[in-house]
């Protein structure tokens, strides 16, 4: 049984580009969270999705953006990268069903440097 | 907003011996959850505990317990017969009932085992 997967490990870009990064959940989760961890922080939590909509958001710009397929799987975007933007993207996947029980798992993230 | 607050950033133990991680926190929420997060260098952040805020009782998970101060908004780690493979990043994180399925987590605390 997979767990959560995150797609690509590492990536640098350079300012101004626009990156997609990738999660799948794990097998039976339906519910898909992204967070940032800037390096000597903790996870921020950026926005979840659930049944393919956006359901909660956290203090992030519009330049971060996302989307879930109808696999549950998801992808965060973000746009006109800054160098502040370089960080651990993590993904947590949960059972809709679970959140009560905070039954969430993570994934081992993808670190975007911007340069 | 909730905020957490881990105000060791580093803490370092003998190996088979005794730590406690502290982590304080603020809400005006009655009911939530707390969590104590490992982050080893593989990057993927594990649940080592979590606490129902309206459960008196201290949790336990084998070597790992808490002592949560309702009142106090006080939520410590302790780690018995510590191991060479608990030093890691440590995270506490909240989450409140009535704050959808975001986590707050806190800046973390880092430990070392010495052997």
């Known amino acids: 049984d997979a767990g959560v997967t995150q797609s690509p490990t590492h990536l640098i870009k350079t300012r101004g580009q626009q990156v997609t990064l990738r999660c799948s959940p794990k097998?039976?989760?339906?519910?898909v969270s992204w967070y940032q961890q800037a390096l000597g922080q903790g996870p921020q939590f950026i926005f979840q999705y659930y049944e393919e909509e956006e359901r909660q958001r956290g203090n992030f710009p519009d330049r971060f953006s996302g989307h879930q397929f109808p696999n549950y799987s998801s992808e965060l975007n973000v746009n006109a990268l800054l160098l502040g933007d370089s960080a651990l993207y993590l993904c947590a996947s949960s059972l809709r069903d679970h959140l009560r029980k905070n039954i969430q798992y993570f994934g081992a993230g993808t670190r975007l440097s911007v340069l | 907003a909730q905020t957490v607050t881990q105000s060791q950033p580093e803490m370092s133990v003998q190996e088979a011996e005794t730590v406690t991680l502290s982590c304080t926190y603020d809400t005006s929420e009655s009911d939530y959850y707390l969590f104590w997060y490992k982050q080893p260098p593989s990057r993927q952040m594990i649940l080592v505990i979590r606490q129902e805020a309206y459960k008196q009782q201290n949790a336990t998970e084998n070597r790992f317990s808490v002592n949560f101060q309702k009142a106090a908004k006080s939520f410590s780690l302790k780690i018995s017969d510590s191991q060479l493979g608990d030093a890691a990043m440590y995270f506490c994180a909240y989450r409140g009932s009535n704050t959808g399925n975001q986590f707050y987590f806190g800046t973390g605390t880092s430990l070392t085992v010495i052997p």
């Open positions: 097998s039976g989760h339906d519910t």
